[in-house]
């Protein structure tokens, strides 16, 4: 059914992030948005939206040299007992900058806040399955979210099973060698972060 497309800018804004597949759909995100304000200056239904910049998306910083140094010796040591399991860990982001966060914000609004917590700190990563996608040539299975898509295939269905072992067998790793693992957090499960709590009881 038709809706005012101010309203299904939000709506696609929400559903993207349900899955925590930011960085795959925000672009798609971004183009909508910027549809939505072109066709109305007065669309502005959630938080952010008055101050959403015109800009393009702020690139992920993935260097592992960008962590702090105790942080970063665990998570190696993560990735390596991945590798002897035989995953393809792939590390997508690391230190975030504050204007990333804030884009991030400012257009995918249900998730994440405007302060830049542990990945501005260098205590945090995400992490997602760099296995080559079953049956997408040059892909690899990522977040595992290809099953949502609107041309989904029974490969995609293999992607998002693969991609579930993955991120389990992350999870146990991270826990194992001290980290705090997203998937267990009860709110938003943030399956690919991990991060370092340095002063526990202080965010
Ligand atoms: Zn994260």
Do not use: C
């Not at 405007?114 to 205590?123: A, F, V, W």
């Amino acid at each position: 059914m038709p809706v005012p497309l101010a309203i299904a800018a939000g709506a696609v804004a929400g559903v993207a992030t349900l899955g925590g597949v930011v960085g795959l759909t925000v672009w798609a995100v971004r183009k909508t948005a910027a549809a939505s304000r072109a066709s109305s200056s007065t669309s502005t239904p959630t938080r952010g939206s008055t101050m959403a910049s015109p800009s393009a998306q702020p690139k992920p910083m993935n260097a592992m040299s960008l962590l702090q140094p105790r942080f970063r010796s665990v998570l190696e040591a993560v990735l390596g007992d991945l590798r002897a399991q035989g995953f393809q860990p792939k590390v997508f982001e690391t230190v975030r900058s504050a204007e990333r966060q804030r884009w991030l914000y400012e257009n995918t609004k249900s998730t994440l806040t405007p302060e830049l917590g542990k990945h501005g700190e260098g205590l945090a990563a995400d992490v997602i399955d760099g296995r080559p996608h079953p049956t997408r040539p040059g892909q690899i299975i990522g977040w595992g979210t290809w099953n949502t898509r609107s041309d989904a295939t029974p490969g995609d269905d293999v992607a998002k099973r693969m991609a579930d072992d993955f991120f389990q067998a992350f999870g146990r790793a991270a826990v194992a060698r001290g980290l705090t693992w997203g998937g267990n957090w009860a709110s938003f499960k943030d399956f690919p972060h991990v991060e370092l709590d340095v002063d526990p009881g202080v965010a």
